[in-house]
């Protein structure tokens, strides 16, 4: 299965959304592999600060996680969503964030059709107005957004230099949830 992760406009964690798909389907037990197409290799950097190295390619691997860079007009965008069964498009729910998410969307159905889109809003904070209209804000949205968000936590930052272990017991569990109800879209 391919994954791709992407946004038009940096700074909604996309990267950070990788890396915490990448370290939750490998403690569920599953062969994954990231790569970075990113060019200021966010996701290479926080594996090498992980594993002290790049995790091996496998050519039995079940998923592949493409990082994506800032920008619908890269080539490197477009060719990972075209091989995407699942694209995962990043957004905050900051009202330009979400129009910027629209595109995305609208970017993945003319290039490929076949791959399930799904809106994830990180860095959420309930209780913060944006927080509370979040429902309101996904009725913007022209595919369904996962009835998972994630929440703006400290934890999920730092790991990108620490990994799974970084995360604590909420942010596990949420992370879970969060790669069950990607996995659940197909």
Known sequence: MNITVL????GVGKSTV???LYETFRH???TVRLRDWDGQGTSTKALESIYSARPDARDDTEIVIYDTPPSLD???????VRSADIALIVTTP?????WEAEEAVRFVQQRNSKAISRVVF??????????????ETAKQLSVQPLSVNLAARECYQHAIVQG??????NAREEALQFAVALLSTT
């Open 18 to 20: 990788s890396l915490l």
């Open 164 to 169: 799974w272990k970084a995360l604590d017991a």
């Open 94 to 98: 900051a009202p330009a964030d979400v």
């Open 122 to 135: 990180n860095k959420v904070r309930k209780t913060t107005i944006l927080g509370r209209l979040l429902d």
């Open 7 to 10: 946004a038009k406009k940096g």
């Open 74 to 80: 890269h080539t490197a965008t477009a060719t990972a």
């Open 28 to 30: 569920a037990g599953k």
